[in-house]
């Protein structure tokens, strides 16, 4: 196998990217960002807008820091549109992917970024927060969810807080190192295994019981893309995640 | 014409006790670093961060214990840097109001 877990998550996030898609990923994003570069090397006409205020920037320029605030993400761009901006677009419904990502998940696609452990006004752990996540998840035409460690701290019965919470008549996907989950009816359930993992992996690694038996591998990267990957991301930039 | 520029040194010394001050930058790029490491020695109290993407220099101002509450969205820094120390430190313990919105 030449490809591992970031491989196969890059290439599930930028295969949901569609012609003529606005797309937008945050801070703190190596793995969409090359998910967003590797769509682009694959010819698919989107608007890649980012954190860091640049439209379009230019894909075939490699990031050098795990850092998506940096300059790679507007230089060689079309134009610059600010985060204020970029909220007013989503709020008008004209974004059509955000990626997206959380500390805790519920199988009612309840994220929670804010705290675990004790109340808010005193947690135990206090987590960053959730980055725009309430606002944008409720208006984007369809989340994308990635996590790069799947495990039953994180995929939890209950939150410990709702930050954000998926809208069940919206697209919800959530993409790990281990499989692919899908909305339906208000309910997470198993889209895809990746290849090198089973059920029985994804089932200890999941704090909620799944009752498919019979689930379809996920479609692994082509020779294609995973050179692709190479070349959008010769510095492996999308590893700092794993 | 009088002139609206003075040092950074006495600029710093405008801020008050219990002011809310907007930190701008985003997690480790573009804030006031120099700014908020000079206001954090002058031992200031009960001041009010507010910013989109506070990181380092709001986070100083929490170490030092200057801030009393803190405005975000999101609060840390980015990847391999992880969270925000000062921010966390403050919050757990109760000293630091976290008013977070999105």
Redesign the interface.
């Given at each position: 196998m030449n490809y591992g877990p970031a491989e196969i998550m890059v290439t599930a996030l930028a295969r949901e990217i569609m012609s003529r898609d606005i797309v937008f990923h945050g801070l703190a994003s190596p793995v969409p960002m090359t998910a967003m570069k590797l769509a682009k090397a694959l010819g698919i006409e989107f608007t890649f807008i980012n954190i860091a205020g640049g439209v379009d920037p230019n894909w075939g320029n490699p990031a050098v820091i795990g850092s998506t605030l940096s300059s790679n993400l507007y230089e060689g761009g079309v134009a610059d549109y600010g985060l204020d901006e970029i909220f007013d677009l989503a709020c008008t419904g004209r974004v059509d992917i955000s990626m997206l990502s959380l500390v805790q998940i519920s199988p009612r696609g309840e994220i929670n970024m804010s705290f675990v452990g004790g109340e808010y006004d005193k947690p135990k752990v206090r987590l960053p927060g959730g980055a725009g996540s309430a606002t944008l998840t409720p208006v984007t035409k369809k989340t994308l969810i990635w996590k790069t460690k799947q495990d039953i701290k994180s995929f939890v019965p209950e939150v410990a807080f709702c930050t954000a919470k998926a809208d069940p008549f919206k697209q919800f996907k959530v993409i790990t190192n281990l499989c692919t989950f899908v909305m339906e009816n208000g309910l997470l359930v198993l889209e895809s295994i990746h290849p090198y993992s089973n059920l029985a992996e994804v089932q200890a690694n999941t704090g909620w019981e799944i009752t498919q038996t019979d689930l379809p591998l996920t479609l692994a990267p082509s020779e294609e893309e995973l050179a692709l990957i190479e070349k959008v991301d010769p510095n492996r930039i999308r590893y700092i995640e794993f | 014409m009088i002139s609206k520029l003075m040092t950074m040194p006495d600029a710093v010394r405008l801020v008050l006790n219990g002011q809310m001050l907007a930190v701008g930058g985003?997690?480790?790029?573009r804030t006031p670093a120099a700014f908020c490491q000079e206001l954090a020695m002058l031992k200031r109290t009960h001041l009010k961060g507010v910013g989109?993407?506070p990181g380092f220099a709001m986070d100083v101002l929490c170490a030092a214990e200057s801030m009393n509450e803190v405005y975000?969205?999101?609060?840390?820094f980015?990847?391999?840097y992880g969270?925000?120390p000062g921010?966390?430190k403050g919050?757990?313990?109760?000293k630091i109001?976290?008013i977070?919105g999105?």
């Amino acid at each position: 196998m030449n490809y591992g877990p970031a491989e196969i998550m890059v290439t599930a996030l930028a295969r949901e990217i569609m012609s003529r898609d606005i797309v937008f990923h945050g801070l703190a994003s190596p793995v969409p960002m090359t998910a967003m570069k590797l769509a682009k090397a694959l010819g698919i006409e989107f608007t890649f807008i980012n954190i860091a205020g640049g439209v379009d920037p230019n894909w075939g320029n490699p990031a050098v820091i795990g850092s998506t605030l940096s300059s790679n993400l507007y230089e060689g761009g079309v134009a610059d549109y600010g985060l204020d901006e970029i909220f007013d677009l989503a709020c008008t419904g004209r974004v059509d992917i955000s990626m997206l990502s959380l500390v805790q998940i519920s199988p009612r696609g309840e994220i929670n970024m804010s705290f675990v452990g004790g109340e808010y006004d005193k947690p135990k752990v206090r987590l960053p927060g959730g980055a725009g996540s309430a606002t944008l998840t409720p208006v984007t035409k369809k989340t994308l969810i990635w996590k790069t460690k799947q495990d039953i701290k994180s995929f939890v019965p209950e939150v410990a807080f709702c930050t954000a919470k998926a809208d069940p008549f919206k697209q919800f996907k959530v993409i790990t190192n281990l499989c692919t989950f899908v909305m339906e009816n208000g309910l997470l359930v198993l889209e895809s295994i990746h290849p090198y993992s089973n059920l029985a992996e994804v089932q200890a690694n999941t704090g909620w019981e799944i009752t498919q038996t019979d689930l379809p591998l996920t479609l692994a990267p082509s020779e294609e893309e995973l050179a692709l990957i190479e070349k959008v991301d010769p510095n492996r930039i999308r590893y700092i995640e794993f | 014409m009088i002139s609206k520029l003075m040092t950074m040194p006495d600029a710093v010394r405008l801020v008050l006790n219990g002011q809310m001050l907007a930190v701008g930058g985003n997690a480790l790029h573009r804030t006031p670093a120099a700014f908020c490491q000079e206001l954090a020695m002058l031992k200031r109290t009960h001041l009010k961060g507010v910013g989109a993407a506070p990181g380092f220099a709001m986070d100083v101002l929490c170490a030092a214990e200057s801030m009393n509450e803190v405005y975000f969205g999101f609060f840390g820094f980015e990847n391999e840097y992880g969270l925000a120390p000062g921010m966390r430190k403050g919050i757990q313990s109760g000293k630091i109001k976290a008013i977070e919105g999105s």
